[in-house]
């Protein structure tokens, strides 16, 4: 069983730019399709990024394609999320998430899909 935790998260300005990893621990990393997730206050928790076991492929939302970054290093067990052009409405609880099912744009991008999550990173954006 696999065990993510987040870190990274933190205050940064309007048009800055910031890194989230998320550290695994447990299970077998590179068989793990992961993705990244965000709640904002009083929003449900919506979909932001997804990258395959591989690396190779990945999806956005369009909300933060052009700013946004997915990566992973297998050998760190990470993955990352890398924010740019940052604005106040990407203030939320960044969560990031494995599964190991298909690599399709719409098991990546779904909720339920994942089942192992970690705890969260607050990222706030100042205006």
């Known amino acids: 069983q696999v065990q993510l935790g987040e870190s990274g998260g933190g205050l940064v300005q309007a048009g800055g730019s910031l890194r989230v990893s998320c550290a695994a621990s447990?299970?077998?990393?590179?068989?793990?399709?992961m993705g990244w997730f965000r709640q904002a206050p009083g929003k449900e928790r919506d979909f932001v990024a997804a990258i395959d076991w591989s690396g190779v492929y990945t999806l956005y939302v369009d909300s933060v394609k052009g700013r946004f970054t997915i990566s992973r290093d297998n050998d760190k067990n990470t993955v990352y999320l890398q924010m740019n052009s940052l604005k106040p409405e990407d203030t939320a609880v960044y969560y990031c998430?494995?599964?190991?099912?298909?690599?399709?744009?719409?098991?990546?991008?779904?909720?339920?899909?994942?089942?192992?999550w970690g705890q969260g990173t607050q990222v706030t954006v100042s205006s």
């Open positions: 447990g299970g077998t990393f590179r068989s793990y399709n």
């Open positions: 998430a494995a599964q190991r099912g298909a690599i399709t744009s719409a098991a990546l991008r779904t909720e339920a899909k994942y089942a192992y």
